[in-house]
């Protein structure tokens, strides 16, 4: 069990095509725009920001550059700005990327992803910007009912132009109650904010003691979903794994049932998998015909 837990659980290293820039979905891009957090979380999956394990190109360092990409890239029609966190970008990088990023026609959203906006929002909501040429979406990393606070709520409303999600890892000893979780969603709603997705803690270093299960997962999250009503709990359990984004639908015949949600290979989107219960992560093996066929096409890209 131990040899799953790394600093680069989700393969990201694979997905980097310039400084600061993962490519790992068709339609979406990825930008790294800072490497640091307000705080450091102890069930973060990206330790390496922080314990000197850093990827090489982690962060955007021309923005020129990105830009020159994602004009090319016209398939893309995404970016999730995230990090470290979003929000503690420098302000000039932020602004070169969105002006330019609101002139690309075939571009349909930018995400901005923060949990510096949970911990302080009076100062973070300052940062977000008041204005983007196309649809914006900020969503927070939210793990307790408690963070949804009355001057988060007043940040929300203060950008009623914009669409605010949560997302919320699922963590052994810190979230994994039916209730808990029920209540997450009650309140960011009440706060005007939609919950997005609830994720599988990834097995990086040192993320061992908040691992629960799929078993032990699908029972939290089924538990909540039936403490709530169809308007809040719109929301997908999930895996990011190397080979996408695997969405955790429940027990069959004593195996979890997985449905790619998006893949790395867009024809798995759709395909179903099954695993152990009792496994605390899944992704999809090099020997799937359909993942295979995807690996053997980057290799001979690559010249590996």
Known sequence: MSELYKYDPSNEAKNFRIPGLQHKYRETVLLFVAENCHSICDWCFRKRLFEGESLENDVVVDPQQALKYLQNETEVRSVLMSGGDALLAE?????????????????????????????????????????????????????RPEEISHNLADVVKSFPHYTFYIQTPLLKGVNDDPNLLSEIWYKASEAGMQPYYVFQCRPTHGNQRYSLSLREGHEVFSGAQSLSTGVVKPCRYVMSTGSGKWEILGIDQGDIVLRCHQGVNPLMVGSLRRTDPDDVWWDLPDSDPIHRRMIDQRQKVSGE
């Not at 571009?107 to 973070?124: K, N, Q």
């Open 91 to 143: 302000s000039d990088l932020l602004d070169k990327l969105l002006n330019g990023m609101g002139t690309i026609e075939h571009l349909h959203d930018v995400r901005i992803g923060s949990r510096a906006i949970v911990h302080d929002p009076a100062r973070y909501g300052k940062k977000i910007p008041a204005y983007y040429a196309k649809k914006l979406y900020i969503v927070a990393h939210i793990v």
